[in-house]
C-alpha cells in the first residue's frame, strides 16, 4: 500500500513469463501497475491484466492503459425491484450506483434492519437491542428476498448471493456501467 514504482514487482513477475496477472487490489496501486506494465513486453498486452472488483469503478476503467482488461466482480442484480431501487437512487443522487456491492450493501442493511426489528426492546421510552439476540437473528435469515436474489445466512454468518461476473473492458465500453454489462461469463455455485 502506498507504493508508486511497481517496476521491482512487475520485473518479477514478468520474468515468469504469466498467461495472466491477476491483482486484487485497489487504486491508486493499480494505476501505477496498468500504466508501468506497458513497459514490460511480457506484459504489455492488457489481456494478461486482471483486475478483482475493487477496480471495477468509473475512475479506473476509463485509464487507457485498462482497455483489453479483465475483471471479477459481482454479477449485476437483475429484475424489478433492483431496476425500481436504480431509479430511486438516480432521482434521489442525480447518478446511478458506482460502487459494485451497492446492491449487496442495501441487502445487508435491510437484513439487519429486520433483524432489529424481530429482537428490539421498547423500555421506558429508550431501545434496547441485545447483541447476541441480532446476531442469533441475523443468523437465523432464511429465504430473505434481496436485490441480489433469496438470501439465507448459514452458521458462519455468510448471506450473500454467489454470483460472479467475468467482464471485460473493451474499446467499445467507456463508461463503467458499459464495462459491467461486458458481461463474457457468469459464475454461480451449485445451490447458489
Excluded: W
Excluded at 485498462?66 to 443522487?93: I, R
Excluded at 473492458?169 to 456501467?177: F, G, M, R, S
Amino acid at each position: 500500500k502506498g507504493d508508486t514504482d511497481m517496476r521491482p514487482v512487475l520485473t518479477e513477475v514478468a520474468a515468469s513469463q504469466p498467461d495472466v496477472v491477476f491483482f486484487p487490489i485497489f487504486q491508486p496501486e493499480a494505476d501505477f501497475i496498468v500504466r508501468q506494465a506497458k513497459g514490460f513486453p511480457q506484459l504489455a498486452d492488457t489481456k494478461k491484466l486482471f483486475g478483482a472488483d475493487g477496480l471495477l469503478s468509473d475512475t479506473f476503467v476509463v485509464i487507457a492503459q485498462t482497455e483489453g482488461m479483465y475483471f471479477s466482480g459481482p454479477a449485476t442484480p437483475q429484475g424489478t425491484a433492483y431496476q425500481e431501487f436504480v431509479g430511486k437512487y438516480e432521482k434521489k443522487f442525480g447518478e446511478k450506483p458506482i460502487q459494485a456491492f451497492h446492491a449487496h450493501s442495501y441487502d445487508a442493511a435491510n437484513m439487519i434492519f429486520a433483524a432489529i426489528e424481530k429482537v428490539a426492546v421498547r423500555e421506558d421510552g429508550k431501545l434496547h437491542i441485545d447483541r447476541q439476540k441480532l446476531i442469533e437473528a441475523m443468523y437465523a435469515t432464511k429465504d430473505y428476498q434481496g436485490l441480489t436474489g433469496m438470501l439465507s445466512c448459514d452458521e458462519f454468518g455468510d448471506c450473500a448471493a454467489a454470483k460472479i461476473d467475468i467482464v471485460s473492458n473493451t474499446p467499445a465500453q467507456k463508461t463503467i456501467d458499459q464495462v459491467r454489462g461486458n458481461v463474457l461469463f457468469t459464475f454461480e455455485p451449485p445451490g447458489g
